[in-house]
Nanobody
Framework: RVQLVESGGGSVETGGSLRLACAAS????????MAWFRESTGREREGVAT???????KYARSVKGRFTISKDNAKNILYLQMNSLTPGDTAVYFC???????????????????????WGQGAQVTVSS
């Protein structure tokens, strides 16, 4: 049974940083397209960053240069380092995994949530002004 468990969410002020972690079990993250999505009130779930088996990270335009996706294959954990946070980054962040899908859009925002079949429960990130 696949499980993805996010941790590391919280509240910060504008300009602050947070690091999210996604602990995976029941799958080998090195073999999957791993992704972070986020969902804010009134908006569809949107892709934030992806990292495939080729280890080439991709980012949505809105976060490029501020967020870094990485993984520890030995620990089976996916990370998202978020710097220079703004209120616009406030959302619930989800870890997602899928195998055998295209994982390399240059703009990770082009990934549709429906193409991923494995999801974590979400972690709230709140950025105050």
């Amino acid at each position: 049974r696949v499980q993805l468990v996010e941790s590391g969410g919280g509240s910060v002020e504008t300009g602050g940083s947070l690091r999210l972690a996604c602990a995976a079990s029941g799958l080998n993250i090195g073999d999957y397209c791993m992704a972070w999505f986020r969902e804010s009130t009134g908006r569809e779930r949107e892709g934030v960053a992806t990292l495939g088996s080729d280890d080439r990270p991709k980012y949505a335009r809105s976060v490029k240069g501020r967020f870094t996706i990485s993984k520890d294959n030995a620990k089976n954990i996916l990370y998202l380092q978020m710097n220079s946070l703004t209120p616009g980054d406030t959302a619930v962040y989800f870890c997602a995994a899928e195998k055998g899908i295209f994982c390399s859009y240059e703009d990770a925002g082009l990934h549709a949530a429906r193409t991923f079949g494995n999801w974590g429960q979400g972690a709230q990130v709140t950025v105050s002004s």
